[in-house]
Nanobody, 122 residues
Framework: VQLQASGGGLVQAGGSLRLSCAAS????????MGWFRQAPGKEREFVAG????????YYANSVKGRFTISRDNAKNTVCLQMNSLKPEDTAVYYC????????????????WGQGTQVTVSS
C-alpha cells in the first residue's frame, strides 16, 4: 500500500496550491479519503474528506469555502485545491484512506501518506 502526496511548496498569503495524492496497493474506489495537516507544535487535524464514490465531502470549519477536495477513481488520485491561503494553513499535509464513511478521527484511517509541506508566507 502506498499513498504518495505531492504539490506542496511555498506560497504567499492569498495564493493557491493544489495537492495530489496517488494511491496504490488497495482498492481505492472503495475507500473514503481524507486530508489532514500538522503544524509545528500542534496536533494533527482533519482538513477535508471525500466518500468513496465522491459525492459526499466534509470540511473543517477553518478551511470551508477555501479548500476543495476531489477524487478521480479512474486514476486512483485524490486532490486538495487550496485557495486564499493563510499563514495559519502552514503545515505538513497528509492524505489518508479508510473503509466506510468519512470521519474526522485520524485513528480510524487505515493508510497514510508521507506528507507534503505547505508554507504560506505573510
Amino acid at each position: 500500500v502506498q499513498l504518495q502526496a505531492s504539490g506542496g511548496g511555498l506560497v504567499q498569503a492569498g495564493g493557491s496550491l493544489r495537492l495530489s495524492c496517488a494511491a496504490s496497493g488497495f482498492t481505492f474506489n472503495t475507500y473514503a479519503m481524507g486530508w489532514f495537516r500538522q503544524a509545528p507544535g500542534k496536533e494533527r487535524e482533519f482538513v477535508a474528506g471525500i466518500s468513496w464514490s465522491g459525492p459526499f465531502t466534509y470540511y473543517a470549519n477553518s478551511v470551508k469555502g477555501r479548500f476543495t477536495i476531489s477524487r478521480d477513481n479512474a486514476k486512483n488520485t485524490v486532490c486538495l485545491q487550496m485557495n486564499s491561503l493563510k499563514p495559519e494553513d502552514t503545515a505538513v499535509y497528509y492524505c489518508a484512506g479508510k473503509t466506510g464513511k468519512v470521519v474526522t478521527t485520524q485513528i480510524l484511517y487505515d493508510y497514510w501518506g508521507q506528507g507534503t509541506q505547505v508554507t504560506v508566507s505573510s
